[in-house]
């Protein structure tokens, strides 16, 4: 059995040394949501990883940017290819921000001559010294990296601050912007790629709450565009026990977009508490002692909304466990949409359901009434009286607080609508807040919540007055 020398065995420890610190490219091994990222390098022009603070989103770009400047790809790469020497921008929100993150991933340490080299492109691919920028100490302007086909690669180095105007007229392969640029900077980067058919590589933190730029990644669907988030608990880096003192250290406002990578909304946002905290496993079949009491906002200038909520009288907990959301369908449509998940359940409605509807000039409450939804007699109100919506706010917000408010994992658009929902000037935005809206009558009205099956039921227009569903004290139809 051979064995290897002392001598041999440090020369290779030393080797290997070597390698981690100047090529630092060869040890990259993504997470699975870094993966999805650079995956759809393959077909997406605007990407965006929408990342919590701390997970690796940075680390994401700087490695992919090092592969398009240098042509070499790992093995396990399935994003787009260059075959040619490539010449891209990558940008930050200021000159020192550029430096201190994107520079630093790329190259090493601004500033320290032995640490050149040590980020994701390998010290001997730089082709030349960099060219040095303006402004700020140790900020580059442009390197040149040797491209394994045989030529040369140029990366440029930009900030947000220079404007606009100053980001025109060049035609590039891919820019890496990271952190959110304002629109008209976001509009200029994506001009210099279109040419080229090239790429456009985000990174960033929502800390700017829903603007424009985000909401063009997750409202405006595009076969050119994708948005990949990435939460703290996707970084296998980061230990369980360390996840949760980062999470403790962040402002209960600022955690879902430092944690998570959601849309911060500034203070003003309306709930403060974290989705995991609310969420729950979808229920495989709701016990029958539940009472159950739909929710709903009519919608009449925009959405209609309803959602079914299941109350626990023994441990008073409400379970959010279903959610309706229409745009553009009559009462009939809401109706069956409704009836088709729980037709029995009595359903709480606003006061603006007192309103008549301007074509047939039948009171709103009516038309659904008369086709077949179950609603209560009088608009939503608390037993005391008053339809305050701060108050429902405020009884839900406690509920959250002490586990007796949960809501089913797969109701993704109620979930939207609480990641964006918010104040401005200390009032509640009643923007995309039609399920909330909905949401709010159940602590209203839970005086009138039923012991109703699930599911479908005949059509109550075809039956007879008076007739009574079976092991249900109470006409359902009435």
């Known amino acids: 059995m051979s064995t290897v020398s002392p001598e041999k065995a440090v020369a290779a420890l030393e080797e290997l040394k070597r390698l981690r610190t100047y090529h630092k490219k060869l040890f990259f091994r993504p997470y699975p949501k870094q993966q999805d990222f650079l995956d759809t390098g393959a077909w997406a022009r605007e990407r965006l990883l929408m990342a919590g603070n701390q997970v690796g989103k940075s680390e994401t770009g700087a490695f992919e940017v090092s592969c398009h400047l240098t042509g070499e790809y790992p093995e ?11 010449k891209g921008w990558i940008v930050g929100e200021t000159g020192l921000a550029t430096r201190d993150v994107s520079q630093m991933k790329l190259c090493g340490n601004p500033g320290v001559v032995d640490d050149f080299g040590t980020g994701y492109i390998p010290c001997d691919a730089f082709a030349d010294k960099p060219t040095l920028g303006r402004g700020v100490t140790d900020g580059y302007d442009m ?3 040797r491209h394994i086909s045989g030529g040369t690669s140029m990366g440029m180095f930009k900030s947000y601050e220079q404007g606009r105007q100053k980001l025109q007229g060049a035609t590039l392969d891919w820019v890496w912007w990271d952190e959110e640029p304002p629109e008209d900077i976001y509009t200029e980067l994506l001009a210099r790629i279109t040419a ?18 985000v ?14 988030t990435m939460t703290l608990m996707d970084a296998e880096h980061i230990p369980v026990e360390e996840r949760d003192r980062i999470i403790a250290g962040y402002p209960a406002y600022q955690r879902d977009a430092r944690v998570r990578g959601i849309p911060m909304l500034g203070s ?18 709701v016990p029958g002692h539940w009472a159950k009491l739909w929710g709903i906002d009519f919608g009449i200038e925009h959405n209609f909304a309803a959602v079914l909520g299941a109350w626990d009288r023994d441990q008073d907990i409400w379970h959010i466990i279903a959610a309706v959301r229409m745009a553009g369908q009559d009462p009939l449509h809401h109706v069956r949409a409704m009836r088709n ?4 359940a009595p359903v709480a409605w606003p006061h603006d359901g007192t309103q008549r509807d301007k074509g047939s000039g039948i009171v709103l409450a009516t038309t659904y009434r008369k086709e077949g939804a179950r609603m209560l007699q009088e608009h939503a109100t608390f037993p005391e009286g008053g339809y305050s919506r701060e108050a429902a706010v405020a009884q839900i917000s406690l509920r959250m607080s002490t586990g007796r408010w949960k809501v089913a994992a797969h109701l993704g658009d109620w979930f939207e609508e609480y990641r964006s929902y918010h104040r401005k000037d200390g009032l509640i ?13 159940l602590p209203m009205m839970q005086r009138f919540a039923k012991v109703v099956p699930m599911g479908k039921a005949p059509d109550p227009r075809g039956r007879g007055q008076g007739d009574q569903a079976k092991d249900v004290d109470f006409d359902l139809w009435s």
């Open 268 to 285: 003003g946002r309306v709930y403060e508490h974290l989705e995991e905290s609310i969420t729950e496993p979808t229920l495989e079949t």
């Open 76 to 86: 396990w790469w399935l994003g787009r290819r260059w075959d040619r020497p490539t």
């Open 143 to 145: 390197i040149q990296v």
């Open 341 to 344: 998940i729980c037709a029995g």
């Open 429 to 441: 935005v009643k923007l995309n807040d039609d399920l909330m809206s909905a949401s709010e009558k």
């Open 196 to 213: 080229t058919k090239g790429m456009l590589i985000g990174t960033f933190t929502p800390l700017k709450g829903k603007s424009k730029v």
């Open 215 to 228: 909401t063009k990644y997750l409202s405006e669907p595009s076969p050119d565009r994708t948005v990949v």
